[in-house]
């Protein structure tokens, strides 16, 4: 609601970190106790209730999957317009999950172990990790990306680049940046259903741009009329998208888009508890490296666990894995970059 | 927990500092009655088997949402919500009674005006997709008068969107018995409310679609309504307002899971509920130059008007004006009615009876004051 900015604005950090923890806890909850037994013919009544009460009326498909997707994208879009940020440093957060989680990938798949691969039977191979690696495995046809969720960082490191250009351009850039992705969805939409991955690239990349408008709102970058204006185009597209390409037909994506928004703007106007902003900071900092080992380190556990305890048991032993993988993960990169800033410093 | 152990934790945005007034109310509300006008509107012409472009036009944006065609639902979700919001502030400051009186005062006299009015049209035997002829006697004008059209069987309704206010109505008798525990423990209403549906539609025959069914499959929308009031008033905290709003949420999911002929075919109303959550959550607060303006406060105070004028004036000049001059214009034509029946009802029944209850409610406040001070 640009022209009606009623309350005092809170910062940014509450609101992305709510989204956030929220999205993740939806993809882990999607990933590791929806779809892992669909694809292993097990029948998880917890799930299946959920289903019936919870997602079905609510028009929430894949167990939360794609809304909790639509939520971190969100996020990062806001967060990367909303106030100034060192670039590179967001980059290599971005990016350093990525060629950790594929390096894994290779060795669990190497090792015997199933992961979320969308690509059934895939084998590592020195070229197939560099697709994953350079983030292009999701966008060449035929590709057997080993990182199933890969293609989120990649939306997301593209709407970080997208908001780093908008604040350093400003002036139009705040609505110029978004309409030129946009436009480039458009035309993509255009061109006719494309392989592999890229419909899901297409069709998630305007809700980054929602997000990007959201920040730019935020710091009043733009005249509010022009941003709600483009936030109603890039949901069309998802909408356009839904409509053009048959493999993404029946997700009911732009329902999930019009709840991320709501949700979003609702959070974004709270406060938070110390204890809320506690759990969901934590989450919140961990949010990439979940994502990356949700498919891989999760996945894998599962399917090592089901062998000797019920799914339910497995499912919570692979998520304290992606947990204790990501805390590893965050910890890790922490070390790297102080090391790096000493070594700069001196 | 007590109102004044829940400090807010986390909270929804706190009222405009000035006055605490709620702009965006307003603004919902005339939103709410324009939708509703709407959807009528637009179910008379897609029930004829026609179309008209703005009809298409909306219809093909909002088919992505998966909400019912012609925005059905969305007025009254909304309308129902903004009850539950503006009546639980009122109860905070309202005797038990005066609450309960106020209400009825509000919504019964038009009520009766209305349904004299839609007793006439219906008379004419032009509006048979709004109430049968049948349906224009005394016995059924009285009947309806006092909502026994929704208990006894064989009667015939006379105005279709009078169900709601039933809904109110039950829901205001409740607000007002249960106001001292509000004003204690301000979850307990709504949490005793959640336990009373449950039980009912546990109890009730599921084949049954009853008044009973109707209303407690639809008053959770209020209880949510009177949840957003609490948690933006900072009177229980927001996670146990989220809580309740989500037991009241599912309980509106299986009332329809459970019921048989009471929600229409094709599904949606769970989805516009949601939507509508997150809209009336952002849009309460509103204070801008929009929310704030004369016309949004001279139009919310038509809606109710609205509401009660729009299906029997619509209906009638789509039934004259449709064969003569083409649905999109008399669809026009039936929008200008609205208005100037909403106008003239507003004028001749609501205003005053808005006047008399100010001018009452100033006579009593002078009257405390003197016994007071005495």
Known sequence: ?346 | MTATATAPASTLPSPPKQTGYLYGLDALRVAGAVIIAYTHLGQWITGKKKHWPVGDFINDVTAPLHIRADLDFIGVALFLMVSGVVTTKVSFREQPLDFLKRRAIRIMPPLWVALVISFLIVSTGLVKEMASVDAATLPQLLSNMWFGVYFVPGNLILLPVVWTLLIQMIYFVYASCTIPLLRRWPWLPSALAAAIISVTTSLLPQVVSGTLRTVVAFIPMIFIGQLISLAHSKKIRFDVAMLLGAIHLMLFIRADLVSKGLFRAGGGYEICLLIMVGVVLICMTANGPIARSAWIKTLSKRTYSVYLMHMPVSYIVMTLLDKVIGTSWAALVAFVAIALASELFYRLVEGPLDRWLGKRSRREHVADTRGKMA
């Open chain 1, 1 to 346: 609601m640009p022209d009606q900015p009623v309350e005092p604005r809170h910062g940014p950090p509450s609101a992305i970190a709510v989204a956030r923890a929220t999205g993740i806890v939806m993809v882990v909850y999607s990933y590791l106790f929806g779809l892992w037994p669909d694809r292993h013919g097990l029948r998880f009544e917890l799930v299946v209730e959920a289903r019936e009460w919870v997602n079905r009326p609510l028009g929430i498909g894949e167990d939360f999957g794609p809304l909790g997707l639509m939520l971190l994208l969100l996020a990062s879009g806001y967060a990367a317009t909303a106030r100034p940020s060192n670039l590179l440093g967001r980059v290599v957060r971005v990016y350093l999950p990525v060629l950790v989680s594929a390096i894994v990938a290779s060795g669990l798949v190497a090792l015997g172990s199933e992961v979320m691969s969308n690509a059934a039977g895939v084998r590592p191979s020195a070229t197939g990790m560099l697709w994953d690696v350079i983030m292009t495995a999701h966008l060449v046809p035929g590709g057997a990306p080993l990182l199933a969720l890969g293609w989120v960082l990649c939306v997301e490191l593209f709407s970080c680049l997208a908001g780093a250009l908008t604040i350093a351009l400003g002036g139009h850039a705040a609505w110029a940046v978004p309409l030129g992705q946009l436009a480039v969805v458009g035309g993509l939409v255009l061109v006719g259903e494309p392989a592999g991955h890229l419909a899901l690239i297409i069709s998630y990349l305007p809700i980054a741009v929602i997000g990007q408008l959201l920040g730019s709102y935020h710091a009043k970058r733009a005249p509010g009329w022009a941003l709600l204006l483009l936030g109603f185009t890039a949901w069309g597209l998802i909408a356009w998208a839904e409509k053009s390409f048959a493999q993404l037909d029946g997700w009911w994506y732009p329902l999930a888009a019009c709840y991320a928004v709501l949700y979003f703007t609702t959070t974004s106007r709270m406060t938070l508890t110390t204890w809320s902003r506690l759990v969901t900071g934590w989450l919140a900092a961990r949010t990439r490296w979940l994502l990356v080992f949700t498919g891989t380190v999760g996945w894998a556990v599962v399917d090592v666990a089901t062998d000797a305890l019920p799914f339910l048991l497995a499912a919570v032993l692979a998520t304290a894995a992606v947990v204790l993988a990501s805390e590893l993960g965050l910890r890790a990169s922490a070390l790297l970059a102080n090391r790096h800033r000493q070594e700069v410093a001196a």
